[in-house]
């Protein structure tokens, strides 16, 4: 058995989903031997979105038209598990048709790779998302039980509420949460509280700290959005503030990186208000373009009502870059808006009337007051931020599953949860 750390997720690299390209480059360079298997097939964007994230790097496998043949005979071989599973889903998920059958289909593929693990016996299988990938825990746990297995529940997981996923966590040996707020509602699935470890989703400090201070000119008036264009992330939001500040004579401009469905809609929204030269929609970029942006800009605006949202990386990396953040009351947030210094919790607006009279007064009342950012501001930000350096939450990682980073000593040692043994 090696010490390999397989990560199992839906699709890989994925544009909005840089958090875990971030993650997995940091274990990576500490030493960890990580390897990811995705469920779906290798996406069109792979080559554009591997240079972008800085995955080439990585061993990744991707389901093709062979996984299906594969897992099949896998699944013949163990017949006895395969109608145990189809039992499992059919009594807990039946009244959610379309989410039975991508189960359904994909377990097609967690079959192809519990054959793998069996083969190989890597030391740590890691499912980084809690969903649909729990299939293979289910699995694992079910014909493996010496394999080491941990899963992450996200709140997006937790809203799912698959009761696989649930299952799976109170049966793995163990389970990442990426925010406090998430703790109560695993707990309350039955999930022992012994076996969960909250580590955040880092981002790469030294990367938008650097840029920051090398570009240390803000562009006055100038905004920042970044996110999936998707009705929740309330970019349209973003828009009309943008458009009524405009109205009362500010010179404003906002720059939105991200891509996504609405895309189209947002560009006509933007020429039906009248912004449309004062909206830039720069679309999906790697962390360096961004991190240029961000240092340019003077505000970060994120009017999310998403209820899977929880300490978005992007928030994080804005503080990082010296902007001054508006975002709506999501869990945890407090944890980053720590105080007026670095940003405004402000409440959601109507998003059926369209109305963002809030933002708009408490915005210009920002612009009107505003002040350079001092050395307080500046320490604010860095003891806000270090715990969520990738390089302390990677060797956080690493030390919870027992592995020893070669490249980073921890300053405070602990024990593992749980060791990677010869079976």
């Known amino acids: 058995m090696d010490k390999s750390v397989w990560y199992i997720t839906m699709a890989f690299p994925v544009p909005s989903e840089a958090f875990a390209a971030v993650e997995i480059?940091?274990?990576?360079?500490?030493?960890?031997?990580?390897?990811?298997?995705?469920?779906?097939?290798?996406?069109?964007d792979y080559d554009r979105v591997?240079?972008?994230?800085?995955?080439?790097?990585?061993?990744?496998?991707?389901?093709?038209?062979?996984?299906?043949?594969?897992?099949?005979?896998?699944?013949?071989?163990?017949?006895?598990?395969?109608?145990?599973?189809?039992?499992?889903?059919?009594?807990?998920?039946?009244?959610r048709p379309l989410v039975l059958a991508g189960c359904l289909w994909w377990s097609l593929r967690c079959f192809e790779l519990l054959a793998e693990i069996r083969c190989k016996r890597p030391g740590i299988?890691?499912?980084?998302?809690?969903?649909?990938?729990?299939?293979?825990?289910?699995?694992?746990?079910?014909?493996?039980?010496?394999?080491k297995l941990t899963t992450s529940l996200s709140a997006y997981d937790i809203e799912m509420a698959l009761p696989i996923s649930f299952e799976v966590a109170r049966r793995a040996n163990g389970v990442r949460t990426w925010s406090p707020s998430n703790i109560a509602a695993l707990t309350d699935q039955g999930v022992p509280l012994s076996n969960v470890e909250m580590i955040y989703q880092g981002i790469d400090l030294e990367r938008f700290?650097?840029?920051?201070?090398?570009?240390?000119?803000?562009?006055?008036?100038?905004?920042?959005i970044a996110s999936r264009l998707i009705p929740e992330k309330g970019v349209?939001?973003?828009?009309?503030?943008?458009?009524?500040l405009s109205q009362m004579g500010l010179d404003v401009r906002l720059q939105i990186f991200g891509d996504g469905p609405q895309q189209s809609s947002l560009e006509q929204l933007a020429t039906t208000l009248g912004v449309a030269d004062r909206i830039?929609?720069?679309?999906?970029?790697?962390?360096?373009?961004?991190?240029r942006g961000l240092a340019a800009s003077e505000f970060f605006i994120l009017h999310s009502t998403h209820v899977a949202e929880r300490m978005p990386n992007a928030l994080k990396e804005a503080i990082a870059s010296g902007c001054y953040c508006f975002t709506t009351p999501t869990p945890d947030v407090e944890q980053l808006i720590?105080?007026?210094?670095?940003g405004e919790i402000l409440p959601a607006c109507n998003v059926e009337s369209g109305r963002v009279d809030i933002w708009v007064d408490a915005i210009a009342s920002r612009i009107e007051n505003r002040s350079l950012v001092?050395?307080?501001d500046k320490n604010l930000r860095h003891q806000v931020l270090r715990q969520f350096d990738q390089k302390h939450t990677s060797h956080k990682l690493a030390e919870w599953w027992g592995i020893s980073p070669r490249r980073c000593q921890s300053t405070t040692p602990r024990s593992p949860r749980f060791e990677i043994v010869a079976q």
């Not at 700290?209 to 920042?224: A, C, D, I, M, V």
């Not at 349209?236 to 009524?244: D, F, H, K, N, Y």
Request: with cysteine.
């Open 125 to 147: 299988v890691h499912l980084y998302w809690g969903h649909v990938p729990a299939v293979l825990g289910w699995l694992i746990l079910e014909t493996l039980p010496n394999q």
């Open 374 to 376: 001092d050395d307080g």
């Open 338 to 342: 720590v105080d007026d210094h670095l």
């Open 209 to 224: 700290n650097s840029t920051q201070r090398t570009e240390t000119r803000k562009t006055p008036g100038l905004f920042t």
């Open 280 to 291: 830039s929609f720069c679309g999906h970029v790697d962390h360096a373009v961004l991190a």
């Open 25 to 44: 480059n940091g274990l990576i360079r500490q030493g960890v031997d990580v390897q990811v298997k995705a469920l779906r097939s290798r996406r069109s």
């Open 50 to 95: 591997s240079q972008q994230q800085k995955t080439a790097w990585i061993p990744v496998s991707h389901a093709n038209i062979h996984s299906a043949v594969r897992g099949f005979a896998e699944l013949l071989c163990r017949p006895l598990v395969a109608v145990r599973l189809l039992t499992y889903l059919m009594a807990a998920i039946w009244r």
């Open 236 to 244: 349209a939001e973003a828009i009309r503030i943008i458009a009524q």
